[in-house]
């Protein structure tokens, strides 16, 4: 190529790449906050893949994973707390039942940012957290802002059938492990995941 050619494609390419970075509206927090990381991808997902043990034939003991619509919050409100609407009917909550144990996966994966970043689902980058906890009901007030927390971000709840007796229910977290870069996985108390932000208040 022509040296006169040379800075006109810089050009191109230092454009093409300011398209790509604006267009990703996720500011995923840096990597070296983990508990922020994690805080943030719990509340960008909108479901997870929830591991349960099996106790249904032939699988009975083994890990089940399925997937759940999840939300810690209306959009900008983040609680940490992933919430669920959930029937006995469900084979899972079947599981629950006998062992309320479980794993909860929640991954940027399902948001544009891996995409438009050109990460892999499995690459580090991509981040993604695993809950441990359990699965428990909740009532009362709790209950209500979990129907806000869900029903806005998942506005088809509302028109399930009404016979299956839903029910909402939260993921109780006992550790949280994050993967957001090379080095392995990192893990994070309860405490610091829910004393982190998931976004720094603006001054």
Not at 19 to 27: E, I, K, M, N
Not at 42 to 47: F, M
Request: hydrophobic share 40%.
């Amino acid at each position: 190529m022509s040296a006169p050619g040379r800075p006109a494609l810089l050009l191109l390419f230092g454009l093409a790449w300011a398209a790509v970075s604006s267009a990703c509206s996720l500011q995923i927090p840096p990597h070296q906050e983990v508990a922020r990381v994690a805080r943030f991808v719990a509340h960008q997902c909108d479901w997870a893949s929830m591991a349960t043990i099996s106790t249904h034939k032939p699988v009975v003991g083994q890990p089940f994973s399925n997937v759940f619509s999840v939300s810690d919050g209306p959009r900008g409100s983040s609680t940490g707390v992933p919430y669920l609407y959930l029937t006995d009917m469900e084979v899972s909550v079947q599981d629950l039942q006998v062992n309320p144990q479980a794993s909860l996966t929640m991954s940027l994966a399902q948001t544009d940012y891996c995409k438009q970043q050109g990460f892999d689902p499995q690459s580090p980058l991509c981040a993604h957290i695993i809950l441990s906890g359990s699965v428990i009901q909740v009532n009362g007030t709790e209950a209500d802002f979990a129907k806000k927390a869900l029903f806005s971000r998942h506005p088809e709840m509302m028109e399930w059938p009404k016979d299956h007796d839903w029910f909402f229910a939260k993921f109780n977290i006992s550790q949280v492990w994050v993967l957001d870069y090379f080095g392995g996985i990192k893990t994070v108390s309860p405490e610091e995941y829910f004393q982190a932000a998931p976004r720094r208040k603006q001054n």
